[in-house]
């Protein structure tokens, strides 16, 4: 099962080329030092957005927040499985996380 969800979000990281998975045992993206979408060891996927974009998704979608190994991950969204097959929604999900996360603060440039 984990196998099957890890070939999803590869898929899913392959609609663009900004994008590039990192972590061997915990697959994830990140930019300026901020993740923004990760596979926890349930296969579940878990997206980050902003707290107002959050909370809406989590409604329209009907899901919650995301956890990963017990821990609650802030600012992260659970994706449905329902959702899973309409990879042209998922992307533009994930483009706007990734849009969230770059305008973050640099982990690089903090001081």
Same mark, same amino acid.
């Given at each position: ?6 070939? &999803? @979000?590869?898929?899913l990281i392959a609609t663009n080329s900004n994008?590039?998975?990192?972590? /061997? ?19 579940? &996927?878990? &997206? ?25 991950? /802030? ?22 996380? @990734?849009? @969230?996360? /770059? ?9």
């Open positions: 099962m984990w196998e099957e969800k890890l070939k &999803i @979000y590869d898929a994008f590039k998975r990192k972590g /061997k045992t915990m697959p994830y993206t990140s930019v300026n030092g901020h993740m923004f979408s990760q596979l926890n060891k349930a296969g579940e &996927i878990g &997206i980050r957005l902003s707290k107002e974009q959050g909370e809406k998704f989590m409604k329209e979608h009907q899901t919650t927040i995301f956890k990963s190994y017990g821990a609650v991950m /802030k600012g992260y969204v659970l994706i449905p499985e329902k959702m899973l097959s309409d990879k042209e929604l998922l992307s533009s999900y994930l483009n706007d996380s @990734y849009e @969230y996360a /770059k305008s973050l603060p640099s982990k690089s440039t903090k001081k």
